[in-house]
């Protein structure tokens, strides 16, 4: 069952806009800049729901026997029974988890670390998870959620990297964000569009990006480039292509904070380092920009979300880049914007 057939049970689900920006396109020198702009995504204000809502409900299908499913299916199976859903995060995951665990009637323990946002802890705190803040890099917080559970017999942990011994869960999650492919890929149809020939995504461990160049990369797909970008200051994919091993980076405060992971999954490496063709670092002030010209266009983005467009206007305006990939001036460019300002708010002294 592709995961597009179980998001359409949840209450509310609707594909998010793919908005053209010709002024954008007239800036990069190309011929049309499309944004799939995920600020709205199933009642959550980022992209991430996709993947934490389609994993939870495969686990609780795989542990209680659940043939169709369903969101009620997958309600009905928990119903009477303990199940807590675990997960650590550094913002949007972990209060997508919270929020499935809601839906179902599942109890959620989200760990986080300090730096996030306030607005962040509040927004998991409201979907009724025991919330849990650890003080350490992202790695301390999937270590420290990874033990808890398996402690716990009623536990489902819902973590969007893997390790060895940990796949199945993480591939359900990319499995869900397959969703926003292929609603894109009817956007474009509408548009009189074939597949883009410039696709650039954000990474944190690599999970959406590992759904986007298994997509576009793979049958069929009309050989696009397949740009990646991280915060400087967590560019744990770049360091593992610069080491031809995946490499664990040092991290440091970003305002790009869903992207402030300084090790790829496991999953997501083999085929990061073998699909793409290009990953990129840009700073805050580069993302913050981004941020700020997209709102002037009507495009509601999040830093991480930006971060894209940073990645493009990098890429597009280094002398001799736009011809080392081949890209025409009619070319189609993707940028995918993964979540709105009310998931990661630019701080005041950024704006």
Known sequence: MPAIDFHRTLPG????????????????????????????????????VLGASYAT??????????????????????????????????GNHGRAVAHMASLIGAAATIYYPQGI???????????????????????????????????????????DTSWPGYTDVPQWIVDGYATLCLETDTQLAALGLGAPDLVVVPVGVGS??????????????????????????AAG?????????????????????????????????????????????????QAASAVEDLA???VDSGPCGAATLAA???????????EAIGLRPDAVVLLLSTEGRAANPVPEDRV
């Open 13 to 48: 689900y609707q594909r998010t806009p793919l908005r053209d920006l010709p002024g954008l396109a007239a800036e990069l020198g190309v011929g049309r800049v499309l944004v799939k702009e995920e600020s709205s995504r199933l009642g959550l204000p980022a992209f991430k």
């Open 57 to 90: 409900a495969r686990a609780v299908g795989e542990r209680f026997g659940i043939t169709e499913l369903t969101v009620d299916a997958v309600r009905a199976a928990v119903r009477g029974r303990d199940v807590r859903l675990y997960a650590a995060t550094d």
């Open 117 to 159: 946002t306030e607005a962040a802890k509040k927004a998991i705190a409201t979907e009724g998870a025991q919330a849990v803040e650890v003080d350490g890099a992202y790695d301390d917080l999937v270590a420290r959620a990874a033990a808890e559970a398996a402690a716990d017999p009623a536990s489902i942990l819902v973590q």
């Open 208 to 233: 959406l990006a590992q759904a986007v160049v298994s997509h576009y990369g793979g049958a069929g797909a009309d050989g696009g480039t397949l740009l990646a970008v991280e915060p400087d200051r």
């Open 237 to 285: 994919l770049v360091a593992s292509l610069r080491a031809g091993e995946r490499v664990t980076a040092p991290t440091g405060d970003t305002i790009m904070t869903g992207l402030n992971c300084g090790t790829v999954s496991a999953l997501a490496w083999p085929v990061l380092r073998d699909g793409l063709d290009g990953a990129v670092t840009v700073s805050d002030d």
């Open 296 to 298: 002037r266009l009507g």
């Open 312 to 322: 493009a206007r990098l890429v597009l305006g280094q002398p001799g880049w736009r």
